[in-house]
């Protein structure tokens, strides 16, 4: 088929990071499928990734979908090009607000902000009961965790399917991380943002905690964001900036050996709508210790994770501590087995193959 996928969140030259989940939805699309991407909100010029997936990316703002506005007809032509309609992440649906879609329509969702409290008034705004009757518009909605089905199906949507994200999978000659023992340095890594959701400030208070009580700790964070400077902060009030590293910005195809070369992923988050860096890290055999709600809760091997219900540095570092003794937690290579089997690339195919099959028979609206 001719896919025509329309997003706001696609990886271009100003966000490396933004809507990567999204990039590698198409490529395993454009595996069976004409993929065209349109980009909305990006003024970087057309690019063609593979002989089936091209991306057309245009300036983006809400009031160009009024009529008049330069969005409104580039839709119109790229849609009567296209034998179904794919849009991901749900403030692309505001593009289509007033606009008739006449063939088959499948919609993923990643937005937190369905299932979290808004931020902000306007955040509020854009999540309010009447907008989210637009998850009503598609014939079929594709949600990539429990959670966020519940509360796609709450808005009225009529056929919600959970395929979950894509997860970076190592090739069978990747080195397994070093095994994690009590008498032995350890090495632990989080990635994601410097933000308050994600706890940078909680992560170097564990790493404290845990050298308190003895164990030859350190921590390494990928990532950037607002916090960065509070966090360095903290680690040198606590004595332990030695210990801590944070490394910026680094590049999604550097992760996978990064993580490979620490032993356990702490991120003390609040929510994840799925959790696809705690995903990654089983993958690559690092046992996990996080917080907080998301889909993660549905894949983490108790065995081989702790899930803390208190978000404080002391029930983290008691997580840590845990997981560590554990003598029955899985080994790198059976976290890696178990993630593969979870993750796996053909049952996601398989998955978007059912949810294209009962769009196709819809006939559109």
Known sequence: MRVLVVTRWFPDSHSAMSGVFNMRDCRLLAEDHDVTVLHLGSSDPDVRLSDSLRVVRVPFRTKDIRPGGTVRPLLRRMLGEADLLHTMAYPTLTAFLGLRVGIPWVHTEHYSLLIAKAPSWRAGLLTSAPMRRLLRRPDEVIAVGQELAAAIRRSGASSVSVIRNDVALPGVDAPLPDSLNASSPIRMIATGGLVVNKGPVEAVRVTALLRERGYDVSLTWAGNGPLREESEQVARDLGIEGAVRFLGHVDTSKIPELLREHQLFLLPTAYETFGVSIAEAIAQGLPVVTSGTGEYQSFLPPRGSR??????????????????????????????????????????????????????????R
């Open 307 to 364: 899930i803390v219900r208190e978000r404080t540095p002391e029930a983290l570092a008691d997580g840590v501590e845990s997981l560590i003794r554990d003598e029955e937690r899985l080994s790198s290579e059976e976290l890696r087995t178990y993630a593969a089997s979870e993750f796996g690339a053909e049952t996601r195919g398989d998955g978007y193959r059912k949810v294209y099959r009962r769009a196709a028979d819809s006939g559109g």
